[in-house]
Antibody, heavy 120, light 107 residues
Framework: EVRLIESGGGLVKPGGSLRLSCAAS????????MNWVRQAPGKGLEWVSS????????YYADSVKGRFTVSRDNAKGSLFLQLNSLRAEDTAVYFC?????????????WGQGSLVTVSS | DIQMTQSPSSLSASIGDRVTITCQTS??????LNWYQHKPGKAPKLLIY???SLERGVPSRFSGSGSGTDFTFTISSLQPEDIATYYC?????????FGQGTRLEIK
């Protein structure tokens, strides 16, 4: 069974930092590109970042570029998102998402999400 | 960036009704268009990938069609468990973008 379990969310002040983790199991983690997608309260889904299976190719949404850093540890089956210089508008549930198949992003498995709240 | 125009933003229908949601993209994405179902407090669920392919395990009352810039998602006979928000998503180019969502309610 494919499982994606996020952790590391919480309350942080504007300008602060946080590191999200995603523990993957039930599939060959090193064979899949991975992504982060977020949903702000009352808003829709927003793609945040993609990282290829080998970490060679990394992409970010303009809204987080230069502040967030995605990484992975294939040996441990883990995906990470370092969130720096956090703003109120970064408040959201962050989902760890597996990419399946062709194209850039068909998201076939999602974690339950980790809530990040940015507030003073 | 590829802009997504999804409509309607909300929809009220009766059990057994045929429901249709449309998604228009600002440029040709061939068939790189997916549809997701999202229920509150749950993880989003992939229903249709590459415009018209049904994800394994998804009931056949869900279907998708279209190519280029115009796409349609259909529920042939609405069931109570289909109450959710539905999103289209393009994966032809970065940044990957989602439609604004369609909130589906029971009439």
């Amino acid at each position: 069974e494919v499982r994606l379990i996020e952790s590391g969310g919480g309350l942080v002040k504007p300008g602060g930092s946080l590191r999200l983790s995603c523990a993957a199991s039930g599939f060959s983690f090193s064979a899949h590109d991975m992504n982060w997608v977020r949903q702000a309260p009352g808003k829709g889904l927003e793609w945040v970042s993609s990282i290829s299976s080998s970490s060679r190719h990394i992409y970010y949404a303009d809204s987080v570029k230069g502040r967030f850093t995605v990484s992975r540890d294939n040996a441990k089956g883990s995906l990470f998102l370092q969130l720096n210089s956090l703003r109120a508008e970064d408040t959201a549930v962050y989902f760890c998402v597996r990419h399946y198949g062709g194209g850039l992003g068909t998201f076939d498995y999602w974690g339950q999400g980790s809530l990040v709240t940015v507030s003073s | 960036d590829i802009q997504m125009t999804q409509s309607p933003s909300s929809l009220s229908a009766s059990i057994g009704d045929r429901v249709t949601i449309t998604c228009q993209t600002s440029q040709d994405i061939t068939n790189y268009l997916n549809w997701y179902q999202h229920k509150p407090g749950k993880a989003p669920k992939l229903l249709i990938y590459d415009a018209s392919s049904l994800e394994r395990g998804v009931p056949s009352r869900f279907s998708g069609s279209g190519s280029g810039t115009d796409f349609t998602f259909t529920i042939s006979s609405l069931q109570p468990e289909d109450i959710a928000t539905y999103y289209c998503q393009q994966h032809d180019d970065y940044p990957i973008t989602f439609g604004q969502g369609t909130r589906l309610e029971i009439k």
